[in-house]
């Protein structure tokens, strides 16, 4: 197998992973109205839990060290790491929407973020500071007895399986009444308060489903590169989330799929490939990931709707087709003449 | 006896009282509408009946089920409907969505009720699967109406449903409350419009400065100089 192919299969890797890091914020924020800033923290929680849960426990000495590890197979530590990881995120949530809302929480949250950020690079107790996880083994590579190489193709599979998975759950919730409760809260909270919806319940439970969806995309990202430590992540990486969901389509599950397929073959991993076999610049790769930026601005200037738009609306709607409804009554005619 | 007994009522924002010591009833089958000037504590009181704000004072009993301390969100399940003043209805859903998620607090057949409900409302039943955001003012108000009555609630809060409508359509919505009326429920309307509020309702509240200042059949308000009363006069009677 080619470099290239190597590549190119790692590339799809992220693609399946940030479509489902992209889902997971499209229904917490573009579904439920919660301007979640401290989402990618849940990415980071949900790949350090599946380290610790996957590694044995290493008791603290000379800097280097996890305060627990459980030495379980990767694929039980993945998904018992993402529920763990919604059960935090539903916690952040309970303590922090009891007060706060819109704008305020959004600040909030990326105070979270921060904080827990620099907590993990000066605390050395529970996950060695700045040297973070290392050695997390990869899933079924030692029973298969295969090679990194064919691991990370066997793991793409893999991937993708568990994205099938969370895209039908996610189709599921959007369509039930649920996922209805959560439009109805984003379109207006008050509203839905009014006709009987705890909108603070619903509200942490959105929080709770992203949470998971996020520590799956996390765990991925900790199982792909064996190791986990704070210049792993960024709290602001979660824009890039952001902008694969506004680029998708906001409320759109195939959207975020091509929202995540957009950036992280134009402006992450191939400009990434581009720069260090080609043009030996890194600036290049900088310039990709700043023009990030333009494309969140393009897209929200000429197409909000996204790449492919939440599917709510008629296909005659699309084409401009639809006019809005005219008042039909004849306000000249009584109750029962009109009836 | 009365539908919804609120006594005593005192509520605001935080520290600062809005509204103090209002009493007031509202009967089955009748309109009660509460008038009076800008600030004068009407929506305030009617967030509060239905539980968006703390009553400091004060009980609101429905059927003789004391609501006063129930949360916002059961307050529905237990009879006591509201409409709000503006945006009141879900935009990205439509017609039938958002009846549907109205009726969903209920143990009841959702589907039934809601074909009960559109084959009154003739102009939803055109529009049942338009979304909400593209209905003008007015249809947007009879839907957020519509909306309430799902739950078949016993009484019906709406908070200016005539705000903002061409006075044609001012018409219609008050023919549809008077409909709602009939039909058994009892209604508490929060009004600016004096005098739609006075031909259309069966009893008239006037709030001023927070308070209940004067209340009576609308016979019996229109006899009022309001315009004195709005103003904080205490002649009250037209010359």
Known sequence: MSAFFLFFMTMVFYVIVFWIASLGLDLVWSRTGIPLFAYYLYVAVGAYLTGLFSLPHVPLQNGVGNLFGFNLPGLLALPLAAVVTGLFAMFVGAVFMRRLRTDYLAVVMVAVALVIWDFSQNDITLVSGNTGLTNIPLPLAGVLHININQWTYLYTGVAFVWALALWWIMKTVSNSPTGRVFRAIRDDSVVAATIGKNVYRYQILSMGIGGFYAAIAGGFLAQLATSWNPSSWAPFEVFNVFTMVIVGGVGSNLGMLVGAALLQVLFIQGPTYVASNYLHSPTFETLAAAAIGVLMWLSLWFRPQGAVPERLKSTAWYLGREPALQETINPDLTVEERA | ?239
């Open chain 2, 1 to 239: 006896m009365p539908t919804m007994v609120a006594d005593n009522i005192s509520s605001g924002y935080g520290k600062n009282l809005i509204i103090r010591n209002i009493s007031l009833e509202v009967d089955a089958k009748k309109v009660t509408t509460i008038v009076g000037p800008n600030g004068a504590g009407k929506s305030t009181f009617a967030k509060t009946v239905v539980g968006l704000l703390k009553a400091q004072t004060g009980s609101i009993v429905v059927n003789g089920d004391d609501l006063t301390k129930v949360p916002a969100y059961k307050i529905p399940g237990r009879g006591l409907a509201y409409v709000p003043q503006v945006q009141n209805v879900f935009v990205s859903m439509t017609v039938q969505e958002n009846l549907e998620i109205g009726g969903f607090v209920t143990k009841g057949n959702t589907h039934d009720r809601m074909e009960e409900i559109l084959a009154t409302f003739k102009d939803l039943e055109k529009a049942r699967h338009k979304r909400a955001g593209f209905l003008s003012g007015g249809q947007q108000n009879m839907l957020a109406i519509a909306r309430a009555l799902m739950v078949n609630p016993s009484v019906i809060v709406l908070d200016e449903p005539t705000a903002g409508l061409s006075p044609a359509y001012t018409n219609v919505v008050w023919e549809e409350i008077g409909r709602i009326a009939e039909s058994g429920t009892a209604v508490l309307v929060v009004e600016q419009n004096v005098e739609r509020a006075i031909v259309h309702s069966d009893y008239v509240h006037v709030f001023v400065a927070g308070q209940n200042h004067v209340h009576g059949t609308k016979e019996e308000i229109a006899q009022l100089d309001l315009a004195s009363i709005f103003l904080g006069r205490s002649e009250a009677t037209k010359s």
